[in-house]
């Protein structure tokens, strides 16, 4: 077999075959082909797309190329989450305990990552003492005993996929639905999950801004992860503003801590309880969604689900006194309202140039070295379809330095005030299922 001739395959359009697939991907990994076939192998892709079998293939020869995450030592079925990335996304810090509240196996590798805010791991490391390094033996043991476990990424998972993103990101060929779908698939897959239920956003926060597209990525995930045997369904759900009203990190867990008992967000907790809902679905839990949802609903409202949460940081060395008393959490030293310069109602928000403005306090990375200051971030006050009043406040800024008129900026400009009446985004846009 010749990489030339895979290269002249998919440009003129036709299937490859799974061996030309796992070809391809194995003399890659072994860095047995250069970057310049490889690369006019994805424009190929970019161009010409890709069938969900070959999309199949080429995830299945992912997670081929690195270890697999072995994780048939803990009882039930392992399910897990995806989100395809927003701004003020608190959801995960909310939906592990949740859905392990009801005896659920929640087994979660997590990352860091570049972004508005740091990843879930850093969010929780915002709580003193809370650490994510387990070794395999005590996340299996702890996931066993408490249903839930939060690590950072341990072994060598996806290598392949890696070096792929590192030259997709150089080659024009990121925004690939054939190769975002098998990246993101391939690193659950690897990671050792059963049942998968995705969060695929659309809006000015998201990856996807047009809702054909979120849909698409959304059939192709489903059906790769269908055809590998996994019970896998997708939630296309907005983020044409930020989720729930804290975006930075310590101040996610308190916003998160406050869902977990019944008082947080309106949208941040329905989005919980739909994605909730259909976790416990998807591991054979419930055979409704409706079902699912009551028992999610009961456990938030008789204190369960906050208990497991409790238990969950308590078992990776977390302060439970600084989950009881949020206020010990890491705490900024300056809090600033921006004031409305109108009244009227705020008719739109530019999610993306919130999360940058939370970027700009420190809340996130702007390179891998970046240091991320836990303590900082925005709590909206105001969202879309709110009346305000000139002077009133729309967000407070936290921050450890009393010179913020560059965010103040971005902010004014990311916040749209008419004097026009408009409904607040439909949050779930669409399930997908097949
Ligand atoms: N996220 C991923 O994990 N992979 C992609 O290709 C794009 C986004
Ligand atoms: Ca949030």
Redo the contacts with the bound molecule.
């Keep these: 077999m010749r990489m030339y001739n895979i290269i002249e395959k998919k440009r003129d359009g036709k299937v490859l075959t799974e061996e030309e697939v796992r070809f391809f991907i194995e003399e890659y990994t072994n860095n047995r082909v250069p970057d310049y076939q490889v690369s006019a192998l994805l424009m190929a892709i970019y161009l010409q797309q890709m069938n969900d079998s070959e999309c199949v293939h080429l995830t299945n020869a992912m997670v081929d190329s690195g270890d697999i995450i072995d994780l048939s030592q803990i009882d039930g079925v392992k399910v897990d989450k995806h989100s395809?990335?927003g701004v003020g996304d608190t959801t995960t810090l909310v939906l592990a305990p949740l859905v392990a509240s009801l005896g659920i196996p929640v087994a979660k590798m997590s990352g860091r990552g570049l972004g508005h805010t740091g990843g879930t791991l850093d969010k929780l490391e915002s709580i003193p003492g809370f650490h994510i390094e387990l070794t395999n033996d005590d996340f299996i043991r702890t996931v066993n005993q408490n249903k839930v476990a939060v690590i950072g990424q341990t072994g060598n998972l996806t290598p392949a996929?890696k070096k792929l993103?590192s030259l997709?990101d150089v080659t024009a060929t990121?925004n690939s639905i054939p190769?975002?779908a098998s990246?993101?698939m391939s690193?659950k897959i690897a990671s050792g999950a059963d049942a998968i239920v995705l969060d695929v956003k659309i809006g000015s926060g998201a990856?996807m801004k047009e809702m054909n597209d979120a849909v698409q990525l959304a059939k192709t995930m489903v059906a790769i992860g269908k055809k590998t045997g996994r019970n896998t369904m997708a939630v296309i759900s907005d983020m044409n503003q930020p989720l729930g009203c804290a975006i930075g990190n310590a101040l996610e867990v308190k916003e998160a801590i406050d869902t977990l008992q019944g008082k947080g967000p309106k949208d941040l907790t329905e989005l919980c309880l739909t994605l909730g809902s259909q976790m416990v679905v998807v591991a054979g839990k419930a055979k409704t969604v409706e079902e699912a949802r009551t028992r999610l609903e009961e456990n938030i409202a008789n204190g369960k689900a906050f208990q497991t949460f409790q238990t969950f940081i308590a078992a990776q060395g977390g302060d439970i006194n600084a989950i009881d008393n949020p206020e010990k959490l890491p705490q900024a030293s300056y809090q600033i309202e921006l004031l409305a310069k109108s009244s009227g109602t705020v008719v739109q928000m530019d999610a993306n140039a919130i999360g940058t403005a939370a970027m700009h306090l420190g809340a996130g990375r702007v390179t891998k070295e970046t240091e991320i200051d836990l303590s900082v971030g925005l709590i909206l006050h105001k969202k879309i379809g709110d009346q305000v009043k000139e002077g009133e406040t729309l967000l407070k800024i936290h921050s450890n330095d009393r010179q913020v008129d560059y965010v103040k900026d971005i902010l004014y400009n990311s916040i749209i005030i008419e004097d026009s009446q408009v409904e607040p985004p439909p949050l779930i846009h669409q399930l997908i299922t097949i």
């Design positions: 395809t990335g996929d993103y997709r990121v190769l975002i990246s993101i690193k990856f």
